[in-house]
């Protein structure tokens, strides 16, 4: 019987949760740090 996939896809299917997860903690420290709201916009005088 021939497995329609290889044992790295598996892997690569595997560490993407982790690698999302890691994504989401950065995104969720940079919104902490401003309090979650948006800077303010620069003049271009």
């Known amino acids: 019987?021939?497995?329609p996939?290889?044992?790295r896809?598996?892997?690569t299917v595997m560490a993407?949760?982790?690698d999302i997860?890691?994504?989401v903690r950065e995104i969720r420290?940079?919104?902490?740090?401003?309090?979650?709201?948006e800077?303010?916009?620069?003049?271009d005088a």
């Open 16 to 18: 993407l949760p982790g």
């Open 29 to 37: 420290n940079l919104l902490e740090e401003d309090n979650g709201e």
């Open 5 to 7: 996939f290889e044992h």
């Open 9 to 11: 896809d598996v892997t």
């Open 1 to 3: 019987m021939d497995v």
């Open 21 to 23: 997860q890691v994504g």
């Open 39 to 43: 800077e303010a916009p620069e003049d």
